[in-house]
């Protein structure tokens, strides 16, 4: 079955920086266009970051443009986010979620992972 | 940016009842349109896409309809699992937005 886990969250101080990694299982990794979206606590969801099925293709919301960094490795099946100069609102569950569509996104997402906390704290 | 307006922000209601919950775009969307279903403390599921097609494994009493820009999930009679936050998003097209949320009590 379709197994998305997420790694990496800790607290850390604001301006420091925290790599999250999301590890796939159960599906052709290669096919999948990903998705990390966030989660403040007792908020909404916010997508933060699509990359393409062979990351040829990269997406942002616009907090988050300049200081992340989404990539993947088809060989080891993991898609990552690479969080600079983090912030105090940058505190959040993030998930990594898998688009439906295949090869090209169609920004639907079918399967989620657990998330993990970032926290950012002084 | 196409914002996205859910109402109501909460709502409460029995098991058994019917539940209805909007969410409107700020431009026409056509149909590309999902709703996922959060429970506490979970990851997000998606429960309908596409405004009306039931994901695989989600129950018949959930619904989808509309287009444009209204919208509505309709739970058809409230099972106690239900309990959960519901969001419409938009799909096809980025920056992907999400409505801020229905909180189902039951």
């Known amino acids: 079955q379709v197994q998305l886990v997420e790694s990496g969250g800790a607290v850390v101080q604001p301006g420091r920086s925290l790599r999250l990694s999301c590890s796939a299982s159960g599906f052709t990794f290669r096919s999948y266009a990903l998705h990390w979206v966030r989660q403040a606590p007792g908020k909404g969801l916010e997508w933060v970051a699509l990359?393409?099925?062979?990351?040829?293709?990269?997406y942002y919301t616009d907090s988050v443009k300049g200081r992340f960094t989404i990539s993947r490795d088809n060989a080891k099946n993991t898609v990552y986010l690479q969080m600079n100069s983090l912030r105090l609102e940058d505190t959040a569950v993030y998930y990594c979620?898998?688009?439906?569509?295949?090869?090209?996104?169609?920004?639907?997402?079918?399967?989620w992972g657990q998330g993990t906390l970032v926290t950012v704290s002084s | 940016d196409i914002q996205m307006t859910q109402s109501p922000s909460s709502v409460s209601a029995f098991v058994g009842d019917r539940v209805t919950i909007t969410c409107r775009a700020s431009?026409?969307?056509?149909?590309?349109l999902n709703w996922y279903q959060q429970r506490p403390g979970k990851a997000p599921k998606l429960l309908i896409f596409v405004a009306s097609r039931l994901q695989s494994g989600v129950p018949s009493r959930f619904s989808g309809s509309g287009s444009g820009t209204d919208f509505t999930l309709t739970i058809s009679s409230l099972q106690p699992e239900d309990f959960a936050t519901y969001y419409c998003?938009?799909?096809?097209?980025?920056?992907?937005?999400f409505g801020q949320g229905t909180r189902l009590e039951i």
């Open positions: 990359i393409s099925y062979d990351g040829s293709s990269i």
């Open positions: 431009q026409s969307i056509g149909i590309y």
């Open positions: 979620a898998r688009d439906f569509g295949v090869p090209e996104p169609i920004h639907m997402l079918d399967y």
């Open positions: 998003q938009r799909s096809y097209s980025i920056p992907i937005t």
